[in-house]
């Protein structure tokens, strides 16, 4: 599984921005999609995940604001930010789990910057 993200940029608080993450590969295991994210000197942390019936888990900092979607015949997951605060500045990264093995993938992050 691949996954490539995309649609991280420079944005102002209170601003909006929306990530992409296309999954290529073995796309019919995988069962849970989700974002995480890692500002700089901290440790990597769920933002939201969602299983491909799309049941949804956010962390309580995104509640509200945030917004997982997800596209099982294009194999996309979305992630759209709303509200951005400056500690949402971060790499964020998209993650696959496989539905059996539980494997899970990463791909490469992007960048999230919220400007004060």
């Known amino acids: 599984v691949q996954l490539q993200a995309s649609g991280g940029g420079l944005v102002q608080a209170g601003g909006s921005l929306r990530l992409s993450c296309a999954a290529s590969g073995s796309t019919f295991s995988i069962n849970v999609m989700g974002w995480y994210r890692q500002a700089p000197g901290k440790q990597r942390e769920l933002v939201a995940r969602?299983?491909?019936?799309?049941?949804?888990n956010y962390a309580d900092s995104v509640k509200g604001r945030f917004t997982i979607s997800r596209d099982n015949a294009q194999n996309t997951v979305y992630l759209q930010m709303s509200s951005l605060k400056p500690e949402d500045t971060a790499v964020y990264y998209c993650?696959?789990?496989?539905?059996?093995?539980?494997?899970?993938?990463w791909g490469r992050g992007t960048l999230v910057t919220v400007s004060s």
């Open positions: 993650n696959a789990v496989q539905e059996r093995s539980f494997v899970g993938y």
């Open positions: 969602i299983t491909k019936g799309g049941s949804t």
